[in-house]
């Protein structure tokens, strides 16, 4: 094959967020744009010769045209091998499994996550290391520093590849293989849950169930395992095509974004278990019947009842939360003696205490659960997690909720998003709360004493890298939080993200309305940040 190199001009906003770089299609779309950031990633590796690489995306538009250029990429840098999800589709975790399943020198998934899809929407690439996981910040940090001199890429003349038929072809030093983006990571869950009383408890309809997919990733996913696999009926699976635009909507699940299933749960005739996972497949909404589960409550009820499933039988080494997540999962870990770790939001910072063997469970607010399995969140394992807790507790959702609240108490929650706020306006919110941070500790606001207040920074325990400027905390002295930070996934302007949580021991108010219970701290850090003065706004967008 022959190999050009073509000169380029830096871009200077490559810098990966959160969770990779996400821009708007028509961004990614510009001359050399896709090119540069790959080129970027592939010259900060320390060797891409003779390595084999993953490669895989949600599905969304854009899709296959990136995955045409990155192969012609990759075959132009020296990689020996690429493993490919037929159709261009891996669910980020599945990418992740099978990076570490076939001990893969990284991978390149291609996914804007819950961000809506289409021509005018989003897109988004994001390099996982040799462990599965997202590249920690030292990588992306290389990625950036060099996104910002490149001069050239190197790209393959090659013919586009079929990317519908598994299995090999060899183009010169190349091997493509195209593989079932679904079977590995079928056969990884059924190592982990008890597909035997699954299949029962569906059959004999104890379970009922409906997911969402969303008209994203999960769609085959899904199907192979819920109704192929565990015998739940055709219908169970709603959405199930993936589509370039995910027919529209953003693929998010929560209550406000899968409201057909919100509808159902809450009708006359939910089943007894409902679930959706978003566009690339790492996130979980749960829901039983007449009742929605917080992913913070469902972190802490999984660490409470791990035992119960087969993979997790002889216990946890440990459990950890991002920062913004409730404390309801410390309370479990208090009560059984294990270690919880705290980490800044994203899932790139639980890579390393899962591969020394800190933690076998995480999670985040944002509906993400995971465990040791794999080095991403995964939307599907979580659906499978309570579907199987449902089965070997024979109670429905709303008892195990309700009965984890009794023994350990409820963390109130809530999160509040203001999103597409405008970058100086944004900033300001941040800058005038950092002034508040010295005078706030020991003032009192109505019923709320503040006993902490601080910019929260991370010091990982295993590698000792250091992240500062993680959020915004105000603690009160109750155990109540506000916490403040900036989103690092937005293609639009600045979103403000307000996280509210409330201890409430008294299982008498445990049935209050979230937003109720908390009117008094929703109040509150309106007072701290201004948005709503600053922006004019009179509601958040969205409220989870
Ligand atoms: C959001 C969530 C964060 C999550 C990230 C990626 O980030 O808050 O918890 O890890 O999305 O999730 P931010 O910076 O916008 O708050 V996914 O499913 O979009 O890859
Ligand atoms: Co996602």
Redesign the pocket.
């Known amino acids: 094959m022959q190999i050009n190199t073509t000169t380029t001009q830096p871009y200077s906003d490559q810098n990966p ?4 770089l996400r821009k708007k299609v028509r961004v990614f779309q510009e001359k050399g744009y896709l090119e540069n950031f790959v080129q970027s990633i592939f010259d900060s590796l320390d060797e891409t010769d003779g390595k084999t690489l993953v490669l895989g995306g949600d599905g969304r538009y854009f899709n296959r045209q990136a995955i045409q250029t990155i192969i012609k990429m990759a075959a132009a840098n020296g990689f020996s091998e690429l493993l490919i999800g037929q159709g261009g589709l891996l669910s ?1 975790p599945a990418a992740s499994h099978i990076i570490r399943k076939y001990e893969a020198y990284g991978g390149l998934i291609l ?5 809506p899809g289409g021509p005018d929407d989003d897109f988004g690439i ?1 390099y996982n290391v040799s462990n599965g996981g997202p590249a920690p910040e030292k990588y992306t940090n290389a990625f950036y520093q060099r996104s910002l001199t490149i001069d050239s890429y190197r790209i393959a003349e090659m013919d586009d590849v079929d990317l519908d038929t598994i299995g090999s072809t060899q183009i010169d030093h190349l091997k493509i293989t195209i593989i079932d983006p679904v079977s590995d990571y079928a056969e990884l869950m059924q190592s982990i849950f008890d597909f035997n009383l699954l299949k029962q408890s569906i059959g004999s309809g104890y379970i009922t169930l409906r997911f969402d997919a969303m008209h994203a990733i999960t769609g085959p996913y899904a199907k192979r395992i819920l109704v192929e696999m565990l015998g739940a009926p055709e219908d169970s699976v709603i959405n199930a095509t993936p589509l370039e635009d995910f027919g529209g909507h953003h693929p998010d699940p929560n209550l406000a974004h899968a409201h057909e299933l919100a509808e159902l749960m809450f009708g006359p005739n939910a089943p007894t278990f409902g679930a959706a996972s ?3 497949g ?2 979980n909404m749960i829901t039983g019947s007449q009742i929605f589960v917080t992913p913070s409550d469902s972190l802490a009820i999984m660490a409470a009842n791990a035992q119960l499933i087969p993979g997790y039988a002889k216990g946890l080494s440990g459990v950890a939360r ?1 920062m ?1 997540t409730s404390q309801a999962v410390d309370r479990v870990a208090a009560a059984y003696k294990l270690p919880c770790f705290e980490t800044p ?3 790139k910072f639980f890579g390393n205490l899962l591969d020394a063997g800190k933690i076998t469970l995480c999670g ?5 659960t995971g465990s040791n399995h794999v080095r991403e ?1 995964d939307g599907l394992w979580a659906v499978l997690f309570w579907l199987n807790l449902i089965a070997r507790r024979r109670q429905p959702v709303a008892d195990i909720v309700h009965e984890h609240w009794q023994k350990f108490g409820r963390d109130i929650y809530s999160r509040h998003d203001y999103e597409a706020v405008e970058t100086e306006i944004a900033n300001g919110i941040v800058e005038h709360l950092r002034n508040q941070l010295p005078t706030l500790p020991g003032q009192t606001f109505g019923e709320f004493t503040v006993k902490f207040a601080d910019e929260f920074g991370y010091a990982d325990p295993v590698d000792g890298s250091i992240s500062k400027n993680q959020g915004i905390r105000v603690g009160f002295t109750d155990g109540s939080r506000i916490v403040f ?6 293609t639009v302007g600045a ?1 403000l ?1 307000i996280y509210l949580e409330k201890f409430e021991a008294e299982p008498s108010k445990h049935d209050q309305d979230a937003q109720e219970a908390l009117a008094e701290l929703i109040g509150l850090a309106e007072q701290l940040c201004e948005v709503k003065m600053r922006t004019g706004r009179t509601a958040p967008n969205v409220i989870t």
């Open positions: 967020g959160t969770s990779g980020t996914s804007a996550s819950h961000n994001k978003d566009g690339d790492d996130r991002s913004p939001t994203g899932w985040e607010e944002s509906f993400g969140k930070r900036l989103s690092g996934t937005g979103t993200r």
